[in-house]
């Protein structure tokens, strides 16, 4: 989607804020056994100004596969429903092995044909299984709150 892409300009302006893109960053290059690091706040609060520092981060070192900032001014172009094919192009873009694994299962099924949220989850996680990376790709989705109530179907 047009402009869905984490901006550089927002950085952290408070000791809290890269207090969390430090921990962010230790969770990634560190030993966690969990793959999803979930940060959850208020409207308004410092989480999309965290991701966005966290994604310019690891953009900046080649390790950001993607990163999905979702926008109630941009509801048109930046859908619940584009979340996964973005997320696969962007992976696909970020590493030929994934782009072959990916193609294959497009062979089969198109991402598309369903909107139920955890296939096209599934969709994306079993290409990303069969690689051997030499280390972490950070996938990002930011304000996925805003859009509650479209995923939940109301």
């Known amino acids: ?34 793959a999803i690091y979930l940060l959850i706040g208020p409207c308004g609060s410092e989480t999309s100004i965290v991701a966005h ?10 390790r950001l596969g993607s990163s999905y900032c979702l926008d109630r001014t941009h509801q048109d172009q930046r859908k619940p429903t584009n979340l996964f094919s973005m997320i696969a192009r962007d992976l696909a873009d970020h590493d030929p092995e994934f782009m072959a ?9 198109a991402i598309g044909s369903s909107p139920h949220i955890p296939m096209q989850f599934d969709f994306i996680l079993a ?4 690689l051997m990376s030499l ?7 930011d304000a ?3 859009y509650s109530a479209l995923l939940n179907g109301a």
Do not use: M
């Open 1 to 34: 989607a047009t402009g869905a892409s984490y901006h550089a300009q927002r950085s952290c302006s408070t000791p809290l804020e890269e207090n969390h893109v430090a921990e962010i960053s230790d969770w990634v290059n560190g030993n966690s056994s969990e």
């Open 101 to 109: 694994c990916l193609w294959d299962r497009v062979k089969r099924r």
């Open 135 to 141: 280390g972490p790709v950070l996938v990002i989705i």
């Open 127 to 130: 290409p990303a299984q069969q």
């Open 53 to 62: 520092a966290v994604a310019r981060q690891f953009d900046n070192i080649s």
């Open 144 to 146: 996925l709150d805003a």
